[in-house]
């Protein structure tokens, strides 16, 4: 099959607590695992742990551009942690080392694929005389997501299928923070060819609870309420037990109210656990595709049943063709959040 250009089904607007020690006995379980059901729409209020260099940008000094961010060796992607030896936690925070380097070299700490670099930056004064670096960077993000399941006996919910990344760069963010609330959905935009639609809601005053991971196959934390028992629980499908076929998944399309939508899985592309295109799922269910248009953002992390147990959770749309998309595996999200 030819691979449609895709987007993530997050919303972003812009741009964690530590995890404590689990149960690892989840994986050797013998008897399928319960998990209580997801679908509903959240909030996340996403604080980087650092600052992200979205882009370096010359300006006037002197007689000439510079751009000492790029002279110093940053990239874009770079993560800055700390600046001579002081901790960066806001784009504010940077913007005031520079104001107050009075151009003397700043030493960043800065991870760079997974690597702990130090880099020199000389800031440089711009026409109106205020020192700079060059570069744009980005601290925070907040959007509006799906929750795939929660588990109760582990004390964890999982969601989105794909990691938060920058919405410039496709880079994950590295989690520092990240509140999660209440979200109600008051209108649906339509996806349409070439456009993805969107769940659009606001967030609620109450807080639900926090983020301890962002993966590539999903985000993972912590709710303050973990009272499931009104909720539908299923088992959780082995990744050999998901198949080409009907399926239904569980979404939210207006205020809470959780629905479910015939689908099916056209086409199983990989089991690679750090993949969220492990298969490929296609709306059928006339009344989401008559509202949405198929997949919207706003939809990733919502919940793929199939034969009475959780497959996986959708993740992306296809720009090309909106009433399919990719989706996440299960046991691969659960894996992820065991390592």
């Known amino acids: 099959m030819k691979k449609n250009k895709k987007i993530c089904a997050f919303i972003l607007s812009a741009v964690l607590l530590t995890s404590s020690a689990v149960n690892t006995s989840y994986a050797k379980e013998s008897k399928p695992h319960m998990v209580a059901l997801g679908g509903q729409s959240f909030g996340v209020r996403f604080y980087n742990d650092g600052v992200i260099v979205t882009e370096l940008e010359e300006f006037k000094s002197g007689s000439g551009n510079v751009c000492p961010s790029k002279d110093g060796g940053l990239k874009v992607n770079d993560i800055l942690k700390a600046a001579n030896g002081k901790r960066i936690g806001s784009n504010e925070d940077l913007q005031e080392i520079a104001r107050e380097s009075g151009g003397e070299p700043i030493t960043f700490t800065v991870e760079r694929n997974g690597q702990t670099l130090s880099k020199t930056v000389t800031p440089r004064q711009n026409a109106a005389g205020s020192y700079l670096l060059g570069a744009w960077v980005k601290d925070s993000c907040a959007g509006i997501g799906t929750v795939t399941y929660s588990d109760s006996d582990h004390h964890y919910f999982a969601a989105l299928g ?120 296609k709306i059928t269910d006339k009344t989401l595709l008559e509202k949405c248009g198929g997949i919207v953002q706003g939809m990733s992390g919502s919940p793929v049943v199939q034969n009475g147990k959780l497959a996986g959770a959708v993740t992306h749309v296809f720009m090309n063709d909106p009433k399919e998309g990719y989706g996440v595996l299960v046991q691969n999200m659960v894996s992820k959040y065991f390592e």
């Open 162 to 281: 794909h990691g938060i990344c920058d919405n410039q760069t496709a880079v994950l963010l590295p989690l520092g923070s990240a509140e999660v609330t209440g979200a109600k959905i008051s209108s649906v935009t339509k996806s349409t060819v070439g456009k993805p639609g969107s769940l659009n809601g606001y967030f609620t005053d109450q807080t639900l609870g926090s983020l301890s991971k962002n993966t590539p196959v999903g985000v993972f934390g912590r709710l303050k309420n973990e009272d499931t028992g009104k909720v539908k629980k299923l088992p959780m499908a082995q990744n050999d037990e998901v198949r080409v076929g009907k399926a239904t998944i569980y979404t939210t399309l207006e205020q809470d109210n959780i629905q479910g939508y015939s689908a099916e899985i056209t086409k199983i592309c990989n089991k690679d656990k750090n993949n969220n295109e492990n298969f490929v799922i």
